[in-house]
């Protein structure tokens, strides 16, 4: 790159990264499932770092290859955008039947469990094995619609160093503030008397789920 290219490519990736963490922060969506399914099977701190990045990655991920391919076809920023859209609203139908599948899963196992409880209690509260899946492919789908306006200028200026570092700032923003924002309200959540919430866990956080999805098809 050369030196006029520098202050291009810095201010590129200055407002990935600006972009990157107000689009995480503004949806509650991209830390409040981990939070709440983390809380409700007692996972370890890896553990759920390690699925929020994985689901963060994802979620990004699909939006650069879409936005790649789009770019190597010629479509156009309009057409890019309503594909993204139409992602959007699979992503949330899609977090919406997670929601509902995970809350009856949770009610399902209260009822087992009533009566039972020093059974249930040394089993542990493990969630299912598929949620973390299921949540993965969730956010494979989901949208990072400002991504693509940041990816456009520098394509079409055939800067295609400034598009890759567009694209690892980033990402390396939106996971940092996913894991950041997961941490945070989790320390806080730690700090609440839940305990008598505990046998409920579960479905709280597939309600939890299903309200995160309800709010994207609402446009909240």
């Known amino acids: 790159m050369t030196a006029s290219g520098l202050p291009e490519c810095l201010t590129v990736c200055l407002t990935a990264v600006s972009v990157g963490m107000l689009h995480t ?31 963060g990655l994802a979620h990004v991920m699909g939006s650069v290859v879409i936005g790649l391919v789009g770019l190597a076809l010629g479509l156009a920023a309009m057409r890019l955008a309503t594909l993204e859209a139409l992602r959007g609203d699979v992503a949330a139908w899609l977090m919406i039947g997670f929601g509902v599948a995970y809350l009856t899963w949770g009610l399902v196992r209260i009822g087992r469990s009533h009566g039972f409880h020093e059974h ?42 400034v598009v890759a570092a567009a694209v690892v700032s980033f990402t390396a923003e939106t996971l940092v503030t996913m894991c950041a924002a997961v941490v945070a309200l989790g320390r806080g959540a730690s700090l609440l008397p839940m305990q008598a919430m505990h046998h409920y866990g579960h479905a709280l956080a597939g309600g939890a789920i299903l309200a995160c999805g309800v709010s994207l098809i609402l446009g909240l």
């Open 25 to 55: 922060l503004l949806g509650p969506d991209h830390y409040l499932p981990f939070v709440a399914m983390s809380r409700a099977g007692d996972w370890p701190i890896r553990k759920t770092l390690r699925v929020t990045a994985a689901c």
């Open 120 to 161: 249930v209690h040394a089993r542990g509260r493990a969630g299912p094995a598929w949620s973390p899946w299921l949540l993965f492919l969730v956010f494979a789908f989901g949208p990072c619609e400002p991504l693509i306006p940041l990816l456009m200028y520098p394509a079409v200026q055939s800067s295609w160093s």
